[in-house]
């Protein structure tokens, strides 16, 4: 069992890219939601926020993983299901990017696999 991601910005990714190497959720449900302030759960295909991809914080690249090119969750629980998809979990991954912390407030939910 792992905690339900939130989306806008209530889960941190881990990029393993040079330059950004944390980034955060972004697409997430509408009407499915878990928490104090009514964060939408991600779900497999949501896109997390562009991120920049190389580089160094000195010499910061402007190559991103953006504008239509945002990773989408590829991977969700298969028994629980919101909308019609997987609900994304912390360890998921967008592509290559893992999620890997998730806000709840004072209602953690969690999901199994
Ligand atoms: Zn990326």
Do not use: W
Request: hydrophobic share 25%.
């Amino acid at each position: 069992m792992a905690k339900i991601a939130l989306g806008k910005g209530k889960s941190t990714v881990t990029t393993f890219h040079g330059c950004d190497t944390k980034g955060v959720s972004d697409q997430c449900s509408t009407d499915v939601f878990v928490g104090d302030d009514k964060k939408g759960v991600v779900r497999v295909g949501d896109r997390m926020k562009d991120h920049l991809v190389s580089g160094t914080t000195n010499n910061p690249c402007t190559l991103k993983h953006g504008k239509g090119l945002e990773p989408a969750l590829s991977k969700g629980s298969e028994t629980v299901i919101v909308n019609n998809k997987g609900v994304g979990r912390v360890g998921d991954k967008y592509g290559s990017e893992e999620i890997s912390t998730t806000d709840h407030g004072s209602y953690p939910v969690e999901a199994g696999g």
